[in-house]
């Protein structure tokens, strides 16, 4: 199962360095289920992995152009500040027991387990729907505009998500930035990374306290084949279109999903 784990790893750094999202959002299904870690500190285990694994993916993008720094503060600022409300205030205010009916416990974990899944879905919608809007043909960087309370207001909502979650919350970014922003595609994904990498940090840091709990060795060898992931899909990039690889991520994502909620709700 570790194995079959770091190979998750590797190609989750894969798929954020080839399409710059769906990626982050495996990573905490792969450390419940292949390395069996608690999910709320499987939460702050991938916060660390998909931070550190989006810097190095967005250090390339950087060497190479592709990030807008304005468009960065514009959605980064209200983001980062969700991430740090989220994980101080919203994620201690949910209760260990939820619910309890007879047999039927709704855990923390179990809820949060949940929730991810959804998202997964959600996410997956994201990643197979087409989006004529998002080919990079019809961009240009003079054209990059956008409405500075809406863009603010979905970045709040990615904050969340990573704060929440743990998960990077590209398949929301990335729209955002090419459709809300105007951004050419490898523009949004290289800025996208750079949000992930900042919000990811914040989230991270909030639960440094939990430390003693930490594997520090375990996330550095996953870090460092999601790393290496992100890397070779960044070096493939320009040979592969990260569009049509997207909705095969997405359904790989969409079975993921279906198959926590089916395990959690059925096969307990």
């Known amino acids: 199962m570790e194995i ?12 954020l360095g080839l399409v710059g999202s769906g990626g982050s959002i495996l990573t905490v299904p792969i450390l419940v289920y292949l390395f069996y870690i608690d999910t709320l500190i499987a939460t702050t285990y991938s916060l660390f992995i998909v931070g550190i694994t989006s810097l190095v993916g967005a250090t ?26 989220t994980r101080s205030f919203v994620l201690p ?47 240009t960087v003079g054209s990059i505009s956008y409405n500075l309370f809406s863009l603010s207001i979905k ?28 951004l050419p595609m490898k523009k949004a994904v290289g800025t996208s990374l750079v949000i992930i990498t900042a919000n990811s940090f914040m989230g991270f840091w909030r639960d440094y306290q939990l430390h003693e709990l930490i594997d520090w060795r375990f996330l550095v060898y996953f870090s460092t084949i999601a790393i290496t992931g992100i890397l070779t899909g960044s070096s493939l990039a320009h040979k592969i ?19 926590i909620i089916f395990k959690e709700l059925f096969l307990r």
């Not at 390339?60 to 409300?85: D, K």
């Not at 949910?94 to 949060?112: A, E, H, M, N, R």
């Not at 899944?117 to 997956?124: E, K, Q």
């Open 4 to 15: 079959a784990g770091f190979i998750g790893a590797f190609l989750m750094g894969l798929s």
């Open 60 to 85: 390339v993008r950087a060497g190479a152009g592709n990030i807008h720094w304005p468009t960065t503060l514009v959605f980064g600022i209200p983001s980062l500040t969700a991430v740090y409300l």
């Open 93 to 139: 205010l949910i209760p260990p027991v939820i619910y309890q009916l007879g047999d039927l416990v709704l855990t923390k974990s179990l809820f949060l387990l949940l929730l991810f899944a959804i998202l997964m879905l959600v996410a997956s919608f994201f990643m197979i729907r087409d989006q004529e809007e998002t080919t990079e043909e019809d961009k």
């Open 155 to 182: 970045g709040m909502l990615a904050g969340c998500v990573t704060g929440l979650l743990g998960a990077g919350g590209g398949f929301l970014i990335i729209p955002a930035l090419v459709l809300m922003a105007n």
């Open 241 to 259: 279109s990260g569009e049509r690889l997207k909705p095969i991520f997405g359904y790989f994502i969409l079975l993921m999903g279906v198959f």
